[in-house]
């Protein structure tokens, strides 16, 4: 089965804080996503990458930065942690070509800004 | 332009049925997944339908109509445990993302 690990479930940090939050894969997929989701909102994608070192802004990238050194890590910078940012980050990654199971999820992590 | 749209919220009781529809409209379709997401998780895969018709596994059924931009998920046997979020979720033919809908949340009841 395809692992996603997202390093923390809940964080808490303050207003203008650097934020980082990671996210690994060890099925050697391709793609790798960050989504943020609200309630009433749904799933809104923040940044994607289809290979090392590549990105790409999603729907909502204001605010945020990605990294992706390696092909299993992803990460999602904060630049400045803003009230607004605090949400659940959901971390995905699928094949390139999309298969047939779409996108494996991390646990997700509650990001709380205060 | 990319649109999903799905009931809110859905109530049922335990043993019943219950039918969650989704429809889409995209720009360019290659295929319709389901997920399943309970309070503070993960969602987690359910079903995929790319051609029309009915896919069953277990008790729980996905059904697709290309030409009407349309899928339901059908649960059978309700179990208290089936209380969470339905998201439906379609691929984009051109780009390879899923586009979510906002999600269904359903309460089942004893």
């Known amino acids: 089965d395809v692992k996603v690990t997202q390093s923390s479930r809940y964080l808490v940090k303050r207003t203008g804080e650097k934020v980082f939050l990671e996210c690994v894969q060890d099925?050697?997929?391709?793609?790798m996503f960050w989504y943020r989701q609200d309630p009433g909102l749904g799933l809104r994608l923040i940044y994607f990458?289809?290979?090392?070192?590549?990105?790409e802004k999603g729907d909502i990238p204001e605010g945020y930065s990605v990294s992706r050194e390696k092909k299993e890590r992803f990460s999602l910078i904060l630049e400045s942690a803003s009230t607004n940012q605090t949400s659940m980050y959901l971390c995905?990654?699928?094949?390139?070509?999309?298969?047939?199971?779409?996108?494996?999820f991390g646990s997700g992590t509650r990001l709380t800004v205060v | 332009g990319q649109n999903i749209d799905q009931p809110t919220e859905m109530t049922a009781t335990e043993g019943a049925i219950v039918q969650i529809n989704c429809t889409y409209q995209?720009?360019?379709?290659?295929?319709l997944f389901w997920y399943q997401q309970h309070a503070g998780e993960a969602p987690t895969f359910l079903s995929y339908?790319?051609?029309?018709g009915l896919e069953e596994k277990g008790r729980f059924s996905s059904f697709l109509s290309r030409s009407k931009g349309y899928s339901y998920l059908l649960l059978k046997e309700l179990q208290m445990k089936d209380s969470a979020s339905y998201l439906c979720?379609?691929?984009?033919?051109?780009?390879?993302?899923?586009?979510f809908g906002t999600g269904t949340r359903l309460q089942v009841f004893p």
């Open positions: 995905a990654s699928s094949l390139l070509t999309g298969g047939d199971h779409g996108y494996t």
């Open positions: 099925m050697d997929h391709e793609n």
């Open positions: 990458s289809y290979d090392v070192k590549m990105k």
């Open positions: 995209t720009s360019g379709f290659n295929g």
């Open positions: 339908n790319v051609l029309d």
């Open positions: 979720a379609v691929r984009d033919r051109d780009t390879d993302k899923l586009i």
